[in-house]
């Protein structure tokens, strides 16, 4: 099975500073059909005005992952972690038990574009935690985020992997999947094709997502354009 969210169905924010697409329930946005995909809670496509950011506030027991596309962050939290988030670079911070944090565009003339992406743990209460590596741009699947911290991923309390999928053009790569779990691919950057084993191939456009459930093995091509995407293996 493959349910497909195009990019212009997903919910939408606007403010004088940010501007937001959510693939999910979110904020004002509320779709009962929408309220995430297994652990998967939150997509949030954000794009933030030069020198404009979200002030300190506070999360609990979840896991909070950004990935910027363009431009930085600046990160501040209660932890003590004062961090700058470049481009292609990811971050995780596992509220656990309660952290405070902002996010804040340094620049004075370029806007930042990031995705804020929210995972439920399956552990409660635990001591705050940040995280933040740069996978580099490595052709096909690389795992990124993981329960076990597996070959220097970072460590998600929950079991969930999140691979980062790199495709130059004319090329392919497949995912080994189970028919217990389910899987939600975030296309970022050019037509993604993908196949599962039902024989039936879908093009993904940027923005677009797509739930997963019930197949056993994925298929990943590119044509003329290189592709960039987050797979996510959810429980």
């Known amino acids: 099975m493959m349910q497909i969210r195009r990019s212009n169905q997903r919910g939408s924010a606007a403010f004088d500073w940010l501007r937001s697409k959510h693939t999910f329930s979110f904020g004002d946005y509320y779709d009962q059909t929408q309220m995430g995909f297994s652990a998967l809670r939150v997509i949030n496509d954000d794009e933030v005005i030069p020198e404009a950011g979200f002030p300190t506030h506070g999360h609990r027991d979840m896991e909070i992952i950004s990935y910027v596309l363009e431009g930085e962050i600046a990160h501040k939290d209660s932890e003590g972690n004062v961090t700058r988030l470049p481009p292609g670079e990811f971050q995780l911070m596992s509220a656990g038990s309660g952290i405070r944090h902002s996010e804040f565009n340094p620049s004075a003339s370029k806007k930042l574009h990031f995705l804020q992406i929210w995972i439920q743990p399956n552990v409660v209460g635990q001591k705050p935690s940040y995280q933040q ?87 990943f091509n590119a044509k003329d354009e290189p592709v960039k995407a987050l797979v996510f293996d959810l429980p």
């Open 133 to 219: 590596k740069d996978f580099g741009q490595t052709q096909g699947l690389t795992l990124v985020i993981s329960p076990d911290s597996a070959n220097g991923s970072l460590h998600v309390k929950q079991d969930a992997n999140v691979y980062q999928l790199i495709l130059s053009p004319q090329s392919c790569t497949q995912l080994s999947t189970k028919i217990t779990r389910h899987y939600y691919i975030h296309n970022i950057e050019g037509p993604l094709i993908i196949k599962g084993n039902d024989g039936k191939w879908e093009t993904l456009q940027a923005g677009d997502g797509v739930k997963i459930e019930s197949l056993n093995e994925l298929s």
